[in-house]
């Protein structure tokens, strides 16, 4: 079993859902009736175990497990790009290794975040990330939730994800919070 409990929150399919499977990546729909627990729900994503497998469930399927989907960002009127970027970290900090149960920015992947203002008054947001294994089967699909998470924020009209190995993730990248949480501190 290696650290998931059968303690964790039983759960019921309402209905047929998608499911990525931790963490070879593939796609996957789990059937309505379909037992199983939830290990990880944070971010807005859940990981649940089904069958011996772990499996990825987006926050926009929420329902799908009979919890509620993420809210919808906001901006305070007149917001600046102070505003922009605090949102954006916020976001990221929601993205979560599956596998893992601490954020992304805490366990030190997220190397660069710029943001940029384009002429039409939007923001593009380009980020430079790792992942802490290069054959993670889950990188591109934490790609794309780290890019969605950006979009998500008002202003924001693209997000740039680029994938990096240089230099290699290594445990000292992490934040002390993420050391003592992993038992690594």
Known sequence: ??????????????????????????????PAGQNGYI????????????????FRIDGADADAIGKEPPTELTLPEGA?????????????????????PVNIVDLGLVYECKIEKVEDGTRKVAVSMT???PGCGMGDILVDDVRS?????????????????????????????????????
């Not at 650290?3 to 990525?20: K, L």
């Not at 922009?84 to 596998?99: F, I, S």
Request: net charge negative; hydrophobic share 40%.
């Open 131 to 133: 992942l802490t294994a």
């Open 39 to 54: 290990t990880q729900a944070l971010g807005g994503s859940f990981t649940v175990f089904v069958d011996g497998n772990l």
């Open 149 to 185: 998470k950006i979009e998500a924020v008002p202003t924001v009209s693209t997000a740039d994800v680029e994938l990096t190995f240089d230099p290699p993730w290594n445990h000292a990248m992490m934040s002390d919070v993420a050391k003592l949480e992993t038992g690594m501190l």
């Open 80 to 100: 600046g790009d102070e505003d922009v970027e605090k949102l954006v970290w916020q976001q990221l900090r929601t993205c979560y290794d599956p596998e893992i």
């Open 1 to 30: 079993m290696g650290g998931y409990s059968n303690t964790s929150e039983p759960i019921v399919f309402e209905r047929d859902c998608a499911a990525v499977m931790v963490p070879q990546g593939q796609s996957v729909t789990l």
